[in-house]
């Protein structure tokens, strides 16, 4: 569990300085995120990231009491669909 949440952390962080280097605002697929950093800017779209991934961690410590492979099984899919998120950035970036 320590090592899917390390790993969940580190996408998400690459995941958010993609988007940082590569994305305005009006690009961001993310609703809430898109109107948080239209609103406030970039250092709050970090702050309600790095929140979002927090609580999702504080989800999966819960889950992970009663249903530990539940709570893995949900760290890998986060871990999964942000590298893939990650890696489709990548790809648009190559081709600009």
């Not at 090592?3 to 605002?25: E, R």
């Not at 970090?46 to 410590?61: D, G, S």
């Not at 998120?85 to 600009?96: D, H, I, N, R, S």
Request: proline letters at 3%; glycine letters at 4%; aromatic letters at 12%.
């Amino acid at each position: 569990m320590l090592i899917l949440s390390i790993l969940y952390c580190l996408v998400s962080l690459i995941d958010l300085l993609l988007t940082g280097l590569i994305i305005q605002p009006d690009h961001e697929a993310n609703p809430v995120a898109r109107w948080v950093w239209e609103e406030f800017g970039f250092a709050y779209l970090i702050v309600f990231k790095a929140l979002m991934v927090f609580l999702i961690l504080l989800i999966c410590r819960k889950i992970n009491q009663l249903r530990p492979t539940t709570a893995k099984i949900i760290l890998c899919i986060g871990v999964l669909l942000t590298s893939l998120v990650c890696l489709l950035f990548g790809v648009t970036f190559y081709e600009w």
